[in-house]
């Protein structure tokens, strides 16, 4: 499932994520606070977000979405990262 990551703030599209298969914890699709799910980054940049814990909206394309956080990037091209579902 591919998401949009946007800043809460100005609703800017940060980046594109897969959301994977690996979830932490039970949830529905776009998870329950406190749930982790592995993702892939497609495009863009989340190292800020994730440095400085900020908060961020997960979106797909029918207007779903969630809050979140970054709990982990992928190190290299090709590995897994981990939202939070706050």
Known sequence: MEFAV???QTNRK???VYL??????AGG???QAGAM?????LEGSLR??????????????DGREA????????????????VEFL
């Not at 994977?20 to 914890?25: E, L, R, T």
């Not at 799910?37 to 980054?41: G, P």
């Not at 809050?67 to 981990?82: D, N, Q, S, Y």
């Open 67 to 82: 809050a979140i956080r970054i709990a982990a990037l992928p190190v290299e091209e090709g590995e897994v990262g981990f």
């Open 14 to 16: 940060l980046a594109s």
């Open 37 to 41: 799910r592995s993702f892939t980054l």
């Open 48 to 61: 800020d977000q994730w440095a400085y814990h900020r908060p961020l909206i997960l979106r797909k394309e």
């Open 29 to 31: 699709p776009l998870g």
């Open 6 to 8: 946007l800043d809460p």
């Open 20 to 25: 994977n298969g690996h979830v932490i914890q």
